[in-house]
């Protein structure tokens, strides 16, 4: 059994089977989530004799961090290798009031997004709720500071590594102590996995990759669209909102030309009238190939007013990490030693 990832009930019925007392769980739930160790050998307070059992009947596994890298302002990206030798990125954003990380929750993704460059080579596998929570842990102490805010908005798509993404996003609300509140799930827009998700009664933020007011137009940027198209996906929305309580975030990523004009904006007004979201507005990362500009600013001003003079709310996304690599659409190519 590995441990990291593993419940507390998990926890408390492998301690029973090795005849161990109940609050012995808590102990080992306390060493793996609160003080993030690396081995078994480290959760000190366990009696030696346990401690030994304990490693050769379960395992703990955690990244190593095979690189690193720093912006100018202080976003950090690690690259971090899995047991099987598997490579992922993760990301740190200090700001000054809060510690955010963004984190991969698969080995490549599927989706296959005509702007994003973690699509480009497929999906290798899902990762597990530990190697998830691992990503955490592992920034967390290079930060030398708590954790407040983590998006799973790295590589992959959270929604089809269901169950492990679920998971991961209990234990780090119950054991590692991160408020659900704080905690965003970005989705191509995985219609049913919304219902799915919505029923699970979390207070997280639930994030769609909008990018285009109209499916045919969706479908050339997120091939998704042919099996989710946007109808359905915004009426998962509402259901997701009508369910938490929770506004939906919009994310709207800008492409000079192709979804920017103030026509495209008035259409996604129209679309999201009435619901209980915000548009976040991204400024498009160039990734090499994928053929897409980013908008002026004056364009972006446009189809920002558009939206909130139809009285949707709007944010717009400051770009960390740029030089990096670490921006988003950007994780993953250049481990893969194809720099852009
Ligand atoms: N698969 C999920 C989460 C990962 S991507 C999703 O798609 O939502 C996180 C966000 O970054 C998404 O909104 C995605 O569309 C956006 N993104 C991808 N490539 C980008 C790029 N080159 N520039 C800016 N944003 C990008």
Not at 5 to 34: H, S, V
Not at 136 to 158: D, F, I, K, S
Request: with cysteine; glycine share 8%.
């Amino acid at each position: 059994m590995e441990l990291l990832g593993a419940t507390k009930t998990e926890l408390q019925r492998l301690c029973e089977d090795m005849n161990q007392p109940a609050f012995r769980a808590n102990q080992i739930a306390g060493w793996l989530y609160k003080s993030g160790v690396h081995s078994v050998d480290q959760m000190t307070s366990l009696p030696k004799e346990f401690r030994k059992r304990l490693a050769s009947e379960a395992t703990l596994s955690r990244s190593r961090t095979a690189a690193e890298s720093a912006a100018p302002d202080d976003t950090r990206k690690l690259l971090l290798e899995l047991a099987d030798g598997e490579r992922i990125e993760s990301v740190l954003l200090p700001y000054p009031d809060r510690l955010t990380v963004c984190i991969s929750t698969q080995v490549g993704c599927a989706a296959d997004c005509a702007f994003c460059a973690s699509g480009e080579l497929g999906v290798v596998r899902n990762l597990t709720a530990g190697e998830i929570i691992d990503q955490v842990l592992t920034l967390q102490a290079r930060a030398g500071a708590r954790v407040t805010n983590v998006v799973y908005m790295g590589v992959g798509e959270p929604l089809l590594n269901y169950g492990n993404v679920v998971r991961s996003i209990r234990l780090l609300n119950e054991e590692v102590g991160v408020s659900a509140r704080r905690i965003t799930v970005s989705t191509v827009g995985i219609t049913p996995r919304i219902l799915r998700l919505a029923k699970e009664k979390l207070q997280i933020t639930l994030a769609v990759s909008l990018h285009a007011p109209e499916d045919e137009l969706r479908r050339n940027l997120m091939p998704v669209t042919g099996k989710y198209p946007l109808r359905g996906l915004l009426d998962a929305c509402r259901a997701y909102s009508d369910a938490t309580g929770r506004r939906v975030t919009m994310e709207y990523l800008l492409l000079a030309g192709a979804n920017d004009t103030v026509p495209h904006a008035r259409r996604a007004a129209a679309l999201l009238r009435g619901m209980l979201c915000n548009v976040n507005l991204i400024p498009y990362n160039p990734v090499r190939g994928a053929g897409f500009r980013r908008p002026k600013a004056a364009v972006v001003d446009a189809f920002r007013k558009t939206l909130e003079d139809a009285g949707i709310a709007v944010t717009q996304r400051f770009e960390r990490g740029h030089s990096v690599m670490a921006a988003c659409g950007q994780l993953r190519r250049r481990s893969m030693g194809d720099e852009s």
